[in-house]
């Protein structure tokens, strides 16, 4: 990364968190729901996106988190910040016994999408059946004292995810892992930890995606089980990722910038069609670029700047 | 359980399996020459739904009219959604690039299609009343259209069964199914093959959907719950088998059966669930054909 783009993205996120001292309030509300686009899409990287093991459920995750928050803090009377707690160590302990099932195999990455999006939906069946926390009524979570501890939250988690991503990409770990995108067998057979490198990661992403779902829960002060493990999350993160550009550390941010505020235009411009002209734009813009956004804007920056940036083609992977 | 309530849970279990096998095969079909997860294949069941479900109500059509109307329309929907959508994207650098990218329109299709439905159609629960008189089978009685249900995706499936086994295009498909490479060096147009493969698959769902709509409720979001049907009884009976197919689809549609007898309807689904997973985590451990190839 160059030193030009270092400063820029440093000042943004300082922007960031002065704004809201300047910002409406719907300007904080909007900008909550693309800091959590960004945590979801730049956490579903870190394990699938580097590793190739799409998850088509990874929002389980996120509905393990809200609960264990809502469950903890509601009825079990907790402090927040132990709900918290909870809400990182209960979808990492379920990223664990999830993990040792599913990727101490190479199981094939569609049968592995279709299992996590089956997890979901049990996930989903088993909480709207428990009577104990709410069945498919909920529960719900006193409001937050303000709006601002969500932002600033979900802000820290996305500038965290995207660092740890950009972290990780720079360590002979982020090595591994690419060997492991490329050719598991190859990774292993030179001594890369295979197993190990898929599980911390897994759990990595579940912990931060149940930190995500925690937040949002008290931000949306209600949760029901068709909400928490609403198939639209776990579809949602994956077709960010991949719109913004699979497996790089700004592709997922930009995805999910860049949809999350075309979203938000075309709801309250059109707000009777803007679902089907957000699919129509999805086509188009992934028809046009394949290779997801961060592609075109390496291209442009090569043009530009006339720099050695990463080639067109391979910049994807 | 006494042995009527027995046959009749199994009845009632075949007609569903019936069903999800019709599904199943024609998601089979397009998973054999594309390599790609539809996640939209349900939408297209629930447009052939809407589509018998309207023929019915406006200008009483029998559902047996709109099944093959429902196959033909949906057969040219989808070659359209291949030639506009798919066929643009299958350039890509690599096999996961096109994966990423095919699941990404399939996305979009999905979004897409729900919100039409659910803007021309609204979210009212809509009920096809066709041949709801009961017929006895020996102790047993059912619903003619349930027998009906069954009856046409039986002879669909066989009819798929024939034409893949006998016909040139049936083993083209086959043989693209089997080895792209391969079958280009035999002179199959791969190209070719997955447009009609696709148009063949969707065809398929727009006649299960026009079923459907006779025995269950249709609403604009029906789509998702049959495609995680579909790709359970893909799995289970093994991709590219026929037999395994029809046999998945019909034990599927009886565990269910028994499960929401058993434990409760609302676990109907779940069991569903449970033997997708458990039938992949054994065979991940057991079978190479679901662990990822060897470079």
Redesign the interface.
């Known amino acids: 990364m160059s030193a030009p783009v270092k400063w820029a993205i440093a000042a943004a996120i300082a922007a960031l968190f002065v704004l809201p001292s300047w910002a409406s309030a719907y300007a904080i509300s909007f900008l909550v729901s693309v800091f959590m686009y960004v945590a979801l899409a730049g956490s579903w990287n870190l394990f699938s996106g580097m590793t190739g093991y799409a998850s088509l459920g990874q929002g389980i995750f996120f509905g393990i988190g809200a609960y264990a928050f809502a469950v903890s803090t509601v009825l079990l009377k907790w402090h927040p910040v132990a709900g918290f707690v909870l809400a990182a160590v209960v979808p990492g302990v379920g990223a664990m016994l999830l993990g040792f099932v599913l990727l101490t195999t190479r199981i094939r990455v569609a049968y592995f999408a279709i299992v996590m999006l089956g997890f979901n939906e049990i996930a989903k069946t088993v909480v709207a059946n428990i009577k104990a926390i709410g069945s498919s009524s909920g529960l719900t979570i006193p409001p937050l004292p303000s709006n601002l501890v969500a932002y600033y939250f979900l802000l820290l988690l996305a500038v965290g995810v995207t660092a740890i991503s950009y972290a990780i990409k720079r360590t002979r770990w982020g090595l591994g892992l690419k060997a492991i995108l490329a050719d598991e067998v190859a990774a292993e057979v030179t001594g890369v930890g295979t197993v190990a490198h898929k599980m911390v990661m897994f759990v990595l992403s579940a912990v931060l995606i149940g930190l995500t779902g925690s937040m949002v829960a008290w931000y949306w002060s209600y949760i029901d089980p068709y909400m928490a493990f609403d198939l639209l999350v776990s579809f949602e993160m994956v077709v960010m990722a991949i719109f913004g550009g699979v497996g790089t550390v700004m592709g997922p941010v930009l995805g999910a910038v860049i949809m999350s505020v075309v979203k938000e235009v075309l709801s309250t411009s059109i707000p009777q069609f803007h679902t089907i002209v957000f699919g129509v734009l999805v086509l188009v813009l992934i028809i046009w670029c394949p290779g997801g956004v961060i592609q075109v804007v390496n291209v442009l920056r090569r043009r530009l700047m006339g720099g050695p940036g990463p080639a067109a083609g391979r910049s994807v992977r | 359980m006494d042995a009527t309530t027995f046959l009749q849970l199994l009845l009632f279990g075949v007609v569903w399996g019936g069903l999800y096998a019709l599904i199943a095969t024609g998601l089979n079909v397009i998973y054999g020459v594309m390599k790609i997860?539809n996640?939209a294949h349900g939408e297209l069941l629930m447009l052939g739904a809407y589509m018998s479900f309207w023929m019915f109500t406006l200008w009483n059509v029998s559902p047996l009219v709109s099944v093959p109307l429902a196959a033909v329309a949906m057969f040219v929907f989808g070659i359209v959604i291949h030639k506009t959508?798919i066929a643009?994207?299958a350039h890509?650098?690599?096999m996961?690039?096109?994966?990423?990218?095919t699941?990404?329109?399939f996305?979009?299709?999905?979004?897409?299609l729900?919100?039409?439905a659910l803007?021309l159609w609204s979210a009212d629960y809509r009920v096809i009343s066709y041949a709801t008189d009961p017929v006895s089978l020996g102790p047993l009685s059912v619903a003619a259209n349930r027998l009906i249900v069954v009856l046409v995706a039986l002879v669909v499936s066989a009819l798929m069964f024939i034409g893949l086994q006998y016909t040139m295009l049936g083993k083209a498909i086959r043989a693209v199914s089997q080895d792209m490479t391969t079958a280009r060096l035999m002179g199959v147009n791969v190209q070719r093959i997955g447009v009609i493969g696709f148009g063949i698959g969707s065809a398929l769902a727009g006649v299960a959907g026009s079923l459907a709509s006779t025995i269950y409720v249709i609403t604009p979001t029906v789509g998702?719950l049959f495609t995680?049907k579909a790709?359970t009884v893909m799995?289970v009976g093994g991709l590219g088998s026929q037999g395994g197919t029809l046999l998945a689809g019909l034990s599927l549609g009886i565990l269910e059966s028994f499960a929401s007898f058993l434990i409760g309807a609302?676990?109907k689904?779940?069991s569903g669930?449970?033997l997708?997973?458990g039938f992949?985590?054994w065979k991940?451990?057991t079978s190479s054909a679901?662990?990822?190839e060897?470079?």
């Open positions: 997860l996640i959508l643009p994207v890509s650098a690599s996961e690039a096109f994966e990423y990218a699941l990404i329109v996305f979009g299709v999905l979004l897409i729900q919100n039409v803007l998702l995680i790709f799995v609302e676990f689904d779940l669930y449970v997708l997973i992949i985590v991940s451990r679901f662990v990822s060897v470079k």
